[in-house]
């Protein structure tokens, strides 16, 4: 058989999959009846930057030619708690970054996973990221996902700052309000 008559069969017989659609990119799917939930998680979050313990730690220092703290980047895995008191019973770890990107007042970029150890949401991940000024009384962050039963996870995350000391260590209550399925 000549060549030029066997080209279009192999283009034709490479193509095809033996009678099924060719596999694509990406599909739709019609989500299952499952209906959102909207659920309100009311934790402490302990931010520790002093001590042995510390649990918060600067990686990346300010330059000396910029003001204030600007371009401080710090690494966190600070736990979560039912109250305000260290000792109170932990429900999680907050694990992320925050890096002063303000050359005016103080402001955070956080981008943080909130991962609960706890209750019905064991093993499940929230993830904020957003601006937090923590000299405002309350700061709004949004919720931009999630994982485990936090899956398609929005919402946002309200912070409140209880205690500061004079080193840095920070107690911050936590509302946070998740749409989820």
């Given at each position: 058989m000549p060549l030029?008559?066997?080209?279009?069969?192999?283009?034709?017989?490479?193509?095809?999959?033996?009678?099924r659609p060719a596999p694509n990119f990406s599909t739709g799917i019609v989500h299952a009846q499952q209906k959102q939930k909207l659920s309100h998680l009311h934790f402490y979050f302990h931010d520790i930057v002093s001590g042995r313990?510390?649990?918060?730690?600067?990686?990346?220092?300010?330059?000396?030619?910029?003001?204030?703290?600007?371009?401080m980047i710090t690494v966190m895995d600070d736990?979560?708690?039912?109250?305000?008191?260290?000792?109170s019973k932990p429900?999680?770890?907050?694990?992320?970054?925050?890096?002063?990107?303000?050359?005016g007042e103080l402001a955070f970029l956080q981008a943080m996973n909130m991962v609960f150890t706890e209750g019905k949401y064991n093993g499940s991940v929230l993830t904020v990221l957003g601006?937090?000024?923590?000299?405002?009384?309350?700061r709004?962050?949004?919720?931009?996902?999630?994982?485990?039963?936090?899956?398609?996870a929005r919402g946002y995350a309200?912070?409140?700052?209880?205690?500061?000391?004079?080193?840095?260590?920070?107690?911050?209550?936590?509302?946070?309000?998740?749409?989820?399925?």
């Open positions: 030029l008559l066997l080209l279009p069969l192999l283009l034709l017989s490479s193509s095809a999959t033996h009678g313990n510390a649990t918060a730690v600067p990686v990346a220092k300010p330059s000396t030619q910029t003001r204030a703290l600007f371009g736990p979560l708690t039912e109250g305000p008191e260290p000792t429900v999680g770890r907050a694990q992320g970054a925050y890096a002063v990107a303000s050359l601006r937090n000024t923590p000299f405002h009384e309350v709004e962050m949004p919720v931009v996902g999630g994982s485990g039963l936090f899956r398609f309200l912070a409140h700052t209880i205690s500061l000391s004079s080193s840095g260590d920070a107690v911050v209550e936590y509302n946070v309000y998740v749409m989820h399925y």
